[in-house]
C-alpha cells in the first residue's frame, strides 16, 4: 500500500521506492510513503493563489462556523481514525487525546472565533491612540491575514491532534496550510485528511499534505509565509537557520521536546492527599502515549525526606500499568511508535545511567501481554534515581523519550526552584502542594523558565485537567530548550498568523477603514431615530443628539428610596467636609438611567432589547441642577448565527457619551442591543 501525498486539489503518490511504515505493535508494515516527485515550490504557490484569496474574503465568523462544521464532521468519522490509531502503539485511552482531543480543539477555536472575534476580515488590536494636541491626527493598530502559507512540522506522537491544534488557528485566521506530518505515522494523519478534503467543507487550496520528506519546501518560503514545527530541539534549531528563512525574516515557531519537571512540596508528605495525587499523575504521564509526550515528566522532584517513600509507591503503581497489545484485557500501557524509537530510547536511558540508578523496570527482561515484544517497538516503564541532582546535569539535559522518569531529590525551596530551572526551558512544569506560600515561591521562581505551569491541591484535583494536557485556551510552548514559541492560548495563535500594522489619519479616515467608530470622527444624523431602523440599515457612525434633562433634588431622593442606595455623598450633605464632591451629588446609575431615558425610543420596533452594557465609567460628578444631554453613536455591529425557531437579529453596539451643560463628559459607556435583521443571511 502506498500512502499518498495531496498536493494541489490531486491525490498523488511519491516516486520513489519511499519510507516502509509498521505496525507498532505486530511488526506488520503498512506500506509505504514518500514525496519524492512533489513540485514544492507550486504546492506553495498554489496555497498562496488559490486557497489564501478564499480565505481571505471569509470573515472570522464565516471562517469560524467553517471550523465547527469540519469539527462535527470529523466527529462522524471517529470510528475509523480510532482503528487506523491502534497501529501507532496507542491505548484507547491514548487514542482519545490525540483524536478527541484534537477535534475539541477545532471546536474550541470555533466557538472562541464566533466570541471573541468580529465578524470582518481583519481585526482591530487594541484602542485608538491620540497621537496629536487637538485628535485630528491619530494612530490604531489592525492584523490582516498573512498572504502566504503556513508549514506545519509535526511530531510523530500525536498524528490527528498534532495537526489539528496547528491547523484550526490557521485557518480561523484566514492563512492556508500545508501539514507535514512525521512519516513513522502519517498514515493516520492521512486518514484524517482524506475526511477533510473529501467533506468539502475547506476551499480547495486551504490545506495540502506532504506523507514523506519536506523536500526543498522551506527554500521557496518567503515573508508571508509561517514555519511551524514540533519535535527535537536539534532538527528545530537545524531548521531555524536555513538561509531562506533568515534572510527573509520567516516566522518560524518551535515547540521542542524539553525535560519538564514536577515537584512534590514539603508540606505533601506521604499519606496526604497531594502525596497521592503526585504519585498518579507522574505514573500516568509515564505511561500515557508510553511516555511519548511532549509534555511528559522527566525530572520528578521531592523532598530528600520522602524519596524512598515515592520510589516504593510509584512502583507499586507503575506494576499495575501493563504493557501489551492495547487491543488486549488489562493492558494500560501499548509501545513506542517504531522500533526506531525503541533503540533511541535505549540509548539516552544508557547516558542517564552514568550518573542515576535504576529503582524500577528492567530494560531487557520485561513482560508483554498479547504481543511479540521482539516484533512490537515495546519499552518497559523504568524509573531513575539520581542522588545528586544539582551537581550531576545529565537528567536536566538528556532526554529519553518514553516511559521514563528521573527521581531527584531536594532540600530546600530555593533548592527545588534550581533543579526546575536547570532544564532550561520547558514546556510545563507543575507543583503538588497545599501550602500556598510554596506554590508563590515556586511561581515566582521558576515561572520565566516554563510555557505552562500548574499547581494541584485536594480543592482543585477533581477537575483538573492534567500536567501533560496542552488546552486550546492556554498558550503551549516554552523558552529556551521548549523552543522559545507559542501556539494554542486561544485567539493570541490566531495573530501568529496575521501581519499587525500601525494606521496614522484622521478619526473619520480610520473610522471607514476600520468599520468602526472612533470618537472624534464625523458622523451622520438621520431625521429616523436609530432605534427605528432593522440591522441592515444602521451604519457605523449614525448618531443621535438627544433633547435634555435637568438633574433635580427630587431625582436623587426618589433614586435613593428606588435603588436602597443611601450612600452618603447622595444623601447626607453635612458629611460632604474632607470629601471630592462639593456638595449632594446624583447617583451615577441614575445618570445612566436617565440617559437612557433620552435616547430610547419607547415605541415597539427593530429593537428586541438591551442586551447589555460595557466600558461603563463616571468621569464626573453631576449635582442638583446640572443638565445633561446624551450623543448615542453606532460603534460596530455583529451578525447573530441564526438558531431555529430564534427571529433573525443582530448585536449593534452604541458609544454612549453623557455630557452636562458645559459640555463636559461625565459618564461614557458602550450599550448593547439586540436588532432584527429583515433578512435571515
Known amino acids: 500500500m502506498r500512502i499518498k501525498n495531496y498536493a494541489q486539489g490531486q491525490w498523488v503518490e511519491g516516486s520513489g521506492n519511499g519510507t516502509e511504515l509498521f505496525n507498532a505493535v505486530t511488526g506488520e508494515s503498512l506500506g509505504f510513503a514518500g514525496s519524492e516527485g512533489l513540485d514544492f515550490k507550486s504546492m506553495l504557490e498554489y496555497a498562496r493563489s488559490k486557497g489564501g484569496p478564499a480565505l481571505r474574503k471569509m470573515t472570522f465568523h464565516e471562517r469560524a462556523l467553517m471550523l465547527k462544521a469540519l469539527a462535527l464532521h470529523l466527529n462522524t468519522k471517529k470510528d475509523l481514525f480510532y482503528k487506523l490509531s491502534y497501529a501507532t502503539g496507542a491505548t484507547k485511552s491514548d487514542s482519545w487525546v490525540d483524536i478527541d482531543g484534537g477535534i475539541g480543539t477545532v471546536f474550541v477555536f470555533a466557538s472562541k472565533g464566533r466570541r471573541e472575534l468580529p465578524d470582518s476580515p481583519f481585526l482591530i488590536d487594541g484602542d485608538p491612540e491620540v497621537i496629536s494636541k487637538q485628535g485630528t491626527f491619530i494612530g490604531h493598530h489592525i492584523c490582516v491575514p498573512l498572504e502566504g502559507v503556513a508549514i506545519h512540522i509535526n511530531a510523530f506522537n500525536f498524528p490527528c491532534w498534532g495537526m489539528l491544534e496547528k491547523l484550526a488557528p490557521t485557518i480561523l485566521a484566514g492563512v492556508p496550510a500545508i501539514i507535514k506530518p512525521a512519516t513513522a505515522t502519517c498514515y493516520l494523519t492521512e486518514l484524517m485528511v482524506r475526511e477533510i478534503i473529501s467533506s468539502g467543507i475547506l476551499p480547495e487550496g486551504s490545506l495540502q499534505l506532504i506523507c514523506g520528506s519536506a523536500g526543498d519546501i522551506l527554500d521557496h518560503v518567503n515573508l508571508q509565509d509561517v514555519v511551524t514545527f514540533t519535535g527535537s530541539a536539534a532538527t528545530g534549531k537545524m531548521l531555524k537557520q536555513k538561509s531562506s528563512i533568515v534572510e527573509h525574516s520567516v516566522r518560524f515557531n518551535m515547540e521542542a521536546d524539553s525535560l519538564n519537571c514536577s515537584i512534590l512540596g514539603p508540606d505533601a508528605k506521604p499519606g496526604t492527599v497531594e502525596f497521592d495525587l503526585f504519585v498518579k499523575e507522574v505514573a500516568r504521564e509515564m505511561t500515557t502515549k508510553a511516555g511519548q509526550k511532549c509534555t511528559a515528566i522527566r525530572r520528578t522532584m521531592v523532598p530528600e525526606a520522602y524519596a524512598q517513600d515515592l520510589i516504593n509507591a510509584l512502583s507499586k503503581r507503575l506494576t499495575g500499568s501493563i504493557l501489551g497489545d492495547p487491543l488486549a484485557e488489562g493492558v494500560r500501557m501499548g509501545p513506542l511508535a517504531s522500533r526506531g524509537q525503541v533503540e533511541e530510547v535505549g540509548n539516552r536511558v544508557q547516558e542517564l545511567m552514568q550518573c542515576c540508578e535504576l529503582v524500577y523496570g528492567d530494560l531487557k527482561n520485561f513482560d508483554v501481554i498479547g504481543a511479540d515484544k521482539s516484533k512490537g517497538a515495546f519499552f518497559p516503564s523504568l524509573l531513575l534515581y539520581c542522588k545528586d541532582p544539582i551537581s550531576n546535569s545529565l537528567p536536566h539535559d538528556v532526554e529519553a523519550f518514553g516511559p521514563v522518569s528521573t527521581i531527584m531529590p531536594y532540600k530546600t525551596t530555593d533548592e527545588a526552584i534550581e533543579l526546575a530551572k536547570k532544564g532550561q526551558g520547558s514546556l510545563v512544569g507543575s507543583v503538588f502542594t497545599a501550602d500556598d506560600s510554596f506554590a508563590r515561591e515556586m511561581a515566582m521562581g521558576t515561572a520565566a523558565y516554563h510555557g505552562r505551569l500548574m499547581f494541584v491541591n485536594a480543592d482543585c484535583a477533581g477537575e483538573s485537567t492534567g500536567h501533560g494536557s496542552p488546552l486550546a485556551h492556554l498558550v503551549h510552548g516554552g523558552p529556551g530548550r521548549a523552543g522559545g ?171 454612549v457619551e453623557v455630557t452636562n451643560q458645559n459640555g463636559e463628559t461625565v459618564a461614557t459607556e458602550t450599550v448593547l442591543t439586540l436588532v432584527e435583521r429583515k433578512e435571515p443571511n
Open 485 to 655: 514559541g507559542e501556539e494554542l492560548g486561544g485567539v493570541r495563535s490566531v495573530r501568529h498568523y496575521m501581519q499587525r500594522t500601525a494606521l496614522q489619519g484622521s478619526p473619520t479616515t480610520l473610522m471607514h477603514i476600520t468599520n468602526e467608530y472612533i470618537r472624534g470622527a464625523k458622523v451622520k444624523e438621520d431625521v429616523i431615530h436609530p432605534f427605528r431602523k432593522y440591522f441592515e440599515e444602521i451604519e457605523v457612525g449614525d448618531t443621535l443628539y438627544t433633547h435634555k434633562r435637568t438633574v433635580t433634588e427630587a431625582d436623587i431622593v426618589n433614586f435613593a428610596g428606588v435603588s436602597g442606595d443611601f450612600f452618603y455623598a447622595h444623601t447626607d450633605e453635612t458629611s460632604l467636609d474632607g470629601s471630592i464632591f462639593e456638595k449632594r451629588v446624583a447617583h451615577g446609575y441614575f445618570i445612566i438611567s436617565a440617559a437612557a431615558g433620552l435616547f430610547v425610543d419607547p415605541k415597539k420596533g427593530p429593537v428586541l432589547a438591551n442586551y447589555g452594557l460595557d466600558n461603563l465609567r463616571f468621569t464626573q460628578p453631576v449635582y442638583v441642577g446640572d443638565t445633561i444631554a446624551v450623543r448615542l453613536t453606532c460603534l460596530r455591529k455583529v451578525k447573530k448565527e441564526l438558531k431555529e425557531g430564534q427571529i433573525p437579529q443582530g448585536v449593534v453596539e452604541w458609544d
